[in-house]
């Protein structure tokens, strides 16, 4: 329903995918996580842009998703190009102090 309201391509929608990923996460489905928070990931780089800090955030999630995994490559991959969005301009989201 929400997504036929709103159409798949909001902020909202976005946000929730983001957000449904961090609740699968915390009952252990990472590979499920991983899927939505790629998905709401797309959808926020295509409204946002890719070097906004909600993007650099969302790249630390999946950074641990992947890492949770066992997906060391992957995880560092995300953290690599979140940094680089920190680095930027993009802002801190997380405080990490892209030194």
């Known amino acids: ?3 036929k309201t ?3 391509y909001t902020h909202e929608v976005g946000t929730l995918l983001c957000d449904t990923a961090l609740v699968l996460a915390k009952q252990g489905k990472l590979a499920e996580a991983v899927d939505k928070c790629s998905e709401g990931m797309a959808v926020l ?3 946002l842009g890719d070097q906004d800090p909600d993007v650099a955030g969302i ?5 641990t998703f992947k890492a949770g995994l066992g997906d ?3 995880a560092v991959e ?4 979140a940094q ?3 680095r930027g301009g993009g802002g801190d989201p997380r405080g ?3 030194e």
């Open 78 to 81: 995300c953290l690599k190009e």
């Open 6 to 8: 709103l159409g798949p």
């Open 59 to 63: 790249l630390y999630n999946m950074a």
């Open 84 to 86: 680089g969005i920190c």
């Open 1 to 3: 329903i929400f997504l």
């Open 72 to 74: 060391v490559e992957g």
């Open 96 to 98: 990490l102090g892209a």
């Open 45 to 47: 780089r295509q409204l």
